[in-house]
């Protein structure tokens, strides 16, 4: 063979093997504790382009995770999603953003072990490598398990103390740093599925009783 044939071969196979190094390096494996006495944490990072990565949590079975994706800053779109998956896979996902509306996951682990929730771009932020900023609030209340767990129902609680002609936020996390995603009256039945302190108040998980389900979280003063 000649010279010029085995250069052609050598400027190859370095192309594939940078192009296998730059595929390698496109995904990031973190793993996801919460902070002593918490059920849950707030994940933030950045993404760019082709990159996804996965953010790896310990479960048990039965445990149900709810998780929200929020987009904090762009250069694009902001077109970010997030699948959950067993961590390692590409495949048996129990839930897939780019198919939801509003990036919340509500998902029951049928299996114990580690479990990943997956970010990635889709669209012209994926293509022409913009970057994403973002928050996923990721909760995993107390005693909240799925069929698997045959977790006893959830106690009911009655909204109180509210001042007259007011209502009572319903938060997409413990603490008034997160959203309000509805409101409660005076008088109100909810479901209580577990509580924790956050900055020094006690902050309850509820299930609005209404045909939709709603769940958020309320400070614990206003519940009796």
Known sequence: MSDVFHAIRRAALAGALALMATTA????????????GSSGTT???????REYIDYVLDVGAGQTMIATLRVTGTNGHGSAFFNVLPAGKDYDGLYVGSMDDDSTAEVTFPTAGK???RVYLMGNDKDAG?????????RIPPGKSGAA?????????????????????????PGTEHGVI??????????????????????CMIEMMTDMHERG????????
Do not use: M
């Open 115 to 117: 479990w990943a929730i």
């Open 182 to 203: 509805g409101a409660l009256a005076n008088g109100d039945q909810v479901k209580r599925l577990g509580c924790e302190n956050h900055g020094g108040s006690e902050w």
């Open 130 to 138: 913009k970057t994403v900023g973002y928050a996923i609030d990721v």
């Open 217 to 224: 979280w309320v400070n614990r003063r206003y519940l009796q």
């Open 149 to 173: 767990g045959q977790a006893p129902e959830a106690p009911v609680a009655r909204v109180a103390g509210v001042a007259a002609n007011d209502l009572l936020n319903v938060r997409s996390g």
């Open 43 to 49: 994940i933030n990072g950045t993404i760019t382009g």
């Open 25 to 36: 390096l496109a995904q990031e494996q973190v793993t996801v504790r919460f902070p002593p």
